[in-house]
């Protein structure tokens, strides 16, 4: 039934109050116990009970005020918030009437011992602590009933019509959170069957109905225009299929993460969630070899660069769930920094944690954390990433990117760690930027010094690479850039309607990232499976539609042309590279042609003077005779090709 505007206005001003003052509770309660005092006395004097001295009354009231005054203080029953009156609220009132009866019955017995009079009747002071204890409580109850149902209709436009996909134990456990949570979220419409294709059964008084039809269709039968998958049985293909179709007919989708305690009502009613992009994934989860990965890093020391990067930040919180011996942080970003030590010290692992300031280009810095703490295993994953950047700034490109990861490399090598592993990206397979070609030079560095020590037969560090592509919601990923052209309403700005890229979790990726760096054996490139190639034009409609909103109609999407340096599609093998299969499924070694060190590195101390000259042309020329294939795109180095 629809509540009137000027109803609805009044229910939210009582709603915006938050709480009433202690005293003033306390000050109704005591008046409840005044009141409740008279109720008895009527009630015997009614039935012609009265053994009681009139000049005793006065005090006996006081002596009932004063005792009851007492117990509130101690059992703190006017402290609470009224209108989340819970059974504990109910059982300090219950303990704190049965105190002020026993202490009472006890005082009026000692007088009646010494005096041989009786304060009051035993009788009358039951009755009237029963009826305190009854209008205390009740007082609570009404306070909380009305303000539910103030907060029911002040909300009942703004409730989440739901139905609940799914009718075994995980449902259930979804709907009586959803009915038991204050303030109210949802409103629960029904359950959708998916094992039945008619059915005329309910579920807590609430309809169930058999999967007959399309999904949407039968949530808008339920009259709802949401629907919540509580449905553990569905493969990731059925859960993506029915996402999308929702979608289509602008159904929000919402779902409750599988490590949640079922148990636990707050809990399960907190943690429904809006569906994420991640979730449509065409992917299946990865595994990983977790007992090889352990045996490598339990008890080591670690060390992990651009540790306060997207990417870095989560090897640093993975592989703390080993529990190394020493978990070395290296990052130039302070705040960033700051913050992942403050949450990783909170954790179980039982790592020490060592958080440094520095930058990879600075040489005798990165040489006294290697001669301080001799790490075992080195994650190389500080970098710049962005595109358009490091094409306006290609000596930054060359400083960090390449001589950063030589200068790791290198001192792997002289403080004799077992292993390297180096976080590389899909932008270095024929390169058309900056960027791509930086980290195909560092690379190529990485896989020389790897095959000379081979050839040498004298070292034990195993230099390792692992590539892959776009990372959702890493720092520079186009979902936290169109996230927040969605909050500010549009537009959404794509560079190019036909533009494709591949896309993983950043847990997958460096789930990925430890286990190829636990089974290489030094020199490889692995690269990982990215599953399908999605297009962004595709990824931008499913986010707008994820938050509810319909593309062009509520968020514009706007194409904005290629950046310079930007590929409409990006690879992860070279022209002349092959793959060889690993043990595990979506990790591949890729076949790369082995450059000569001597060369590599000599061309390296050329760009390093080159970039620290600032002669952006020539560095640039430079690198394209390090990496042949290097081609720019929309860039003025084009012009160099």
């Given at each position: 039934?629809?509540?009137?505007?000027?109803?609805?206005?009044?229910?939210?001003?009582?709603?915006?109050?938050?709480?009433?003052?202690?005293?003033?509770?306390?000050?109704?309660?005591?008046?409840?116990?005044?009141?409740?005092?008279?109720?008895?006395?009527?009630?015997?004097?009614?039935?012609?009970?009265?053994?009681?001295?009139?000049?005793?009354?006065?005090?006996?009231?006081?002596?009932?005020?004063?005792?009851?005054?007492?117990?509130?203080?101690?059992?703190?029953?006017?402290?609470?918030?009224?209108?989340?009156?819970?059974?504990?609220?109910?059982?300090?009132?219950?303990?704190?009437?049965?105190?002020?009866?026993?202490?009472?019955?006890?005082?009026?017995?000692?007088?009646?011992?010494?005096?041989?009079?009786?304060?009051?009747?035993?009788?009358?002071?039951?009755?009237?602590?029963?009826?305190?204890?009854?209008?205390?409580?009740?007082?609570?109850?009404?306070?909380?009933?009305?303000?539910?149902?103030?907060?029911?209709?002040?909300?009942?436009?703004?409730?989440?019509?739901?139905?609940?996909?799914?009718?075994?134990?995980?449902?259930?456990?979804?709907?009586?959170?959803?009915?038991?949570?204050?303030?109210?979220?949802?409103?629960?419409?029904?359950?959708?069957?998916?094992?039945?294709?008619?059915?005329?059964?309910?579920?807590?008084?609430?309809?169930?109905?058999?999967?007959?039809?399309?999904?949407?269709?039968?949530?808008?039968?339920?009259?709802?225009?949401?629907?919540?998958?509580?449905?553990?049985?569905?493969?990731?293909?059925?859960?993506?299929?029915?996402?999308?179709?929702?979608?289509?007919?602008?159904?929000?989708?919402?779902?409750?993460?599988?490590?949640?305690?079922?148990?636990?009502?707050?809990?399960?009613?907190?943690?429904?969630?809006?569906?994420?992009?991640?979730?449509?994934?065409?992917?299946?989860?990865?595994?990983?070899?977790?007992?090889?990965?352990?045996?490598?890093?339990?008890?080591?020391?670690?060390?992990?660069?651009?540790?306060?990067?997207?990417?870095?930040?989560?090897?640093?919180?993975?592989?703390?769930?080993?529990?190394?011996?020493?978990?070395?942080?290296?990052?130039?970003?302070?705040?960033p920094l700051h913050q992942i030590s403050l949450e990783i010290t909170k954790s179980n692992t039982t790592a020490e944690i060592i958080c440094i300031?520095?930058?990879?280009?600075?040489?005798?810095?990165?040489?006294?954390?290697?001669?301080?703490?001799?790490?075992?295993?080195?994650?190389?994953?500080?970098?710049?990433?962005?595109?358009?950047?490091?094409?306006?700034?290609?000596?930054?490109?060359?400083?960090?990117?390449?001589?950063?990861?030589?200068?790791?490399?290198?001192?792997?090598?002289?403080?004799?760690?077992?292993?390297?592993?180096?976080?590389?990206?899909?932008?270095?397979?024929?390169?058309?930027?900056?960027?791509?070609?930086?980290?195909?030079?560092?690379?190529?560095?990485?896989?020389?010094?790897?095959?000379?020590?081979?050839?040498?037969?004298?070292?034990?560090?195993?230099?390792?690479?692992?590539?892959?592509?776009?990372?959702?919601?890493?720092?520079?990923?186009?979902?936290?850039?169109?996230?927040?052209?969605?909050?500010?309403?549009?537009?959404?700005?794509?560079?190019?309607?036909?533009?494709?890229?591949?896309?993983?979790?950043?847990?997958?990726?460096?789930?990925?990232?430890?286990?190829?760096?636990?089974?290489?054996?030094?020199?490889?490139?692995?690269?990982?499976?990215?599953?399908?190639?999605?297009?962004?034009?595709?990824?931008?409609?499913?986010?707008?539609?994820?938050?509810?909103?319909?593309?062009?109609?509520?968020?514009?999407?706007?194409?904005?042309?290629?950046?310079?340096?930007?590929?409409?599609?990006?690879?992860?093998?070279?022209?002349?590279?092959?793959?060889?299969?690993?043990?595990?499924?979506?990790?591949?070694?890729?076949?790369?042609?082995?450059?000569?060190?001597?060369?590599?590195?000599?061309?390296?101390?050329?760009?390093?003077?080159?970039?620290?000259?600032?002669?952006?042309?020539?560095?640039?020329?430079?690198?394209?005779?390090?990496?042949?294939?290097?081609?720019?795109?929309?860039?003025?180095?084009?012009?160099?090709?």
């Amino acid at each position: 039934m629809p509540v009137p505007n000027n109803l609805q206005k009044n229910f939210s001003y009582l709603r915006s109050i938050q709480y009433l003052p202690r005293w003033i509770i306390f000050s109704i309660d005591i008046f409840i116990v005044i009141f409740s005092a008279l109720i008895g006395y009527f009630i015997l004097d009614g039935i012609g009970i009265n053994i009681q001295n009139t000049h005793f009354v006065p005090y006996n009231l006081i002596l009932l005020i004063g005792i009851h005054i007492f117990y509130f203080w101690l059992f703190k029953t006017f402290t609470g918030v009224i209108r989340h009156t819970t059974l504990n609220d109910a059982t300090k009132l219950f303990f704190s009437e049965l105190s002020c009866f026993v202490t009472l019955y006890i005082i009026n017995t000692l007088f009646y011992v010494i005096y041989d009079i009786k304060l009051f009747l035993n009788t009358r002071l039951l009755i009237t602590v029963a009826i305190s204890f009854f209008l205390l409580l009740l007082f609570r109850l009404f306070v909380k009933t009305t303000f539910d149902f103030f907060s029911h209709y002040s909300q009942q436009n703004h409730f989440i019509n739901t139905v609940i996909y799914g009718s075994g134990e995980r449902a259930i456990a979804i709907a009586n959170a959803i009915i038991a949570e204050v303030p109210k979220k949802y409103k629960l419409k029904g359950f959708i069957n998916p094992n039945a294709k008619n059915s005329f059964n309910r579920i807590l008084n609430l309809p169930v109905i058999g999967k007959s039809r399309k999904i949407p269709v039968l949530v808008r039968v339920l009259g709802a225009n949401s629907v919540i998958i509580a449905d553990e049985t569905l493969s990731k293909d059925e859960k993506i299929d029915l996402i999308e179709d929702c979608l289509k007919y602008n159904i929000k989708v919402y779902n409750l993460p599988g490590i949640t305690d079922i148990n636990n009502q707050k809990k399960v009613a907190s943690n429904i969630r809006k569906i994420k992009i991640e979730d449509l994934l065409e992917r299946k989860p990865i595994q990983i070899n977790n007992t090889q990965i352990s045996h490598q890093i339990k008890d080591k020391v670690i060390l992990v660069s651009g540790a306060a990067g997207s990417i870095g930040s989560e090897i640093v919180w993975q592989v703390a769930n080993f529990n190394p011996k020493k978990l070395i942080l290296v990052d130039q970003a302070e705040t960033p920094l700051h913050q992942i030590s403050l949450e990783i010290t909170k954790s179980n692992t039982t790592a020490e944690i060592i958080c440094i300031i520095a930058d990879v280009r600075n040489y005798d810095c990165l040489e006294k954390i290697f001669s301080d703490y001799t790490p075992d295993i080195v994650y190389h994953a500080a970098a710049y990433k962005h595109v358009p950047l490091m094409e306006m700034n290609p000596q930054q490109a060359i400083f960090t990117n390449v001589l950063g990861s030589k200068y790791m490399a290198d001192l792997s090598l002289k403080y004799k760690a077992e292993r390297f592993v180096m976080v590389s990206t899909d932008k270095a397979v024929n390169p058309s930027n900056v960027m791509g070609a930086s980290k195909r030079i560092a690379e190529k560095y990485v896989q020389s010094l790897a095959q000379k020590l081979k050839n040498e037969s004298g070292n034990t560090t195993k230099y390792i690479t692992t590539r892959f592509g776009n990372v959702l919601g890493s720092n520079g990923s186009v979902v936290p850039l169109f996230t927040k052209q969605i909050e500010n309403g549009g537009p959404i700005t794509i560079t190019h309607p036909d533009i494709i890229r591949y896309f993983m979790t950043i847990p997958e990726a460096c789930q990925l990232v430890l286990e190829a760096g636990s089974m290489g054996n030094g020199g490889e490139i692995y690269i990982f499976d990215m599953g399908k190639p999605v297009k962004i034009i595709d990824l931008a409609t499913k986010m707008i539609k994820l938050a509810g909103l319909e593309p062009e109609k509520d968020i514009e999407i706007k194409v904005v042309g290629l950046r310079p340096g930007e590929k409409l599609y990006e690879e992860l093998l070279n022209d002349s590279s092959t793959t060889l299969p690993t043990h595990h499924e979506k990790i591949m070694i890729a076949q790369d042609i082995h450059e000569d060190y001597e060369f590599i590195s000599s061309q390296i101390e050329d760009l390093k003077k080159l970039a620290a000259s600032f002669l952006v042309i020539d560095t640039v020329a430079t690198m394209k005779k390090i990496v042949p294939e290097f081609k720019s795109l929309n860039s003025e180095f084009d012009k160099l090709d």
